[in-house]
């Protein structure tokens, strides 16, 4: 079995051991990282999340197999550096201001990064302006905005409300999601997207950027 398979195996199956040492190889091997990632680690999480969505996968497999991944990118992202590999976009996640809560935006973090994705995690509690200094910083092309407090809703719509008054607005994409939001509420704060969990976040997310 050739390495893409292995590593496609490894990651469907969320054998992290087994992703790291197919990466290992790739790494002494010479191998090239961009192909290993995209004939191997993208498709496996594009059948993870396509499981999820069919409930076949649930939270815990959706776990593992992001984690396995992961750790195969960590290896890989060195050599994708000195290669110039191509990446499918460049993405900022955050759960916005006053929320604290972060699995949902975790998971959506792995799903990316496992299709292709430079993602750059703010982590939680997220202030516009820490937003706004992302697009700044970073260049992304696309802001991810999570809640799962009800309350904490309409810290979204004051990001996109930083961003607009910051001349930036134009530059990203946004997209929107988290437990007590739907998709009348992201048209209502302007949002250009809404993901009701991981695996429709990397739909939305390649449609936004046309990635």
Not at 50 to 63: A, H, I, K, N
Not at 134 to 153: D, F, R, Y
Not at 173 to 184: D, F, I, M, R, Y
């Amino acid at each position: 079995m050739e390495q893409f398979e292995r590593i496609y195996e490894a990651i469907l199956k969320g054998d992290n051991a087994g992703a790291v040492d197919v990466a290992q190889q790739a790494v002494r091997s010479g191998g090239d990282p961009q192909e290993l990632i995209d004939r191997g680690m993208i498709p496996a999480m594009a059948e993870v999340g396509r499981r999820f969505e069919d409930e076949v996968y649930f939270v815990p497999e959706l776990l593992l197999s992001a984690r396995a991944m992961k750790a195969a990118l960590a290896l890989l992202r060195p050599l994708l550096a000195e290669s110039g590999g191509k990446r499918a976009g460049s993405v900022a996640l955050g759960t916005v201001q006053g929320d604290l809560h972060d699995i949902g935006k975790n998971l959506v973090a792995a799903m990316l990064e496992g299709a292709g994705f430079e993602v750059h995690d703010l982590g939680a509690d997220v202030s516009p302006e820490r937003f706004v200094n992302a697009v700044k910083e970073h260049a992304v092309h696309l802001i991810g905005l999570s809640a799962l407090l009800t309350v904490t809703m309409p810290a979204m719509k004051s990001t996109i409300e930083a961003l607009e008054e910051a001349g930036l607005r134009d530059r990203v994409k946004v997209l929107v999601g988290g437990a007590p939001l739907s998709q009348e509420y992201a048209n209502e704060i302007h949002a250009d997207g809404y993901a009701d969990n991981a695996a429709a976040a990397v739909r939305v997310a390649h449609r936004l950027i046309g990635a």
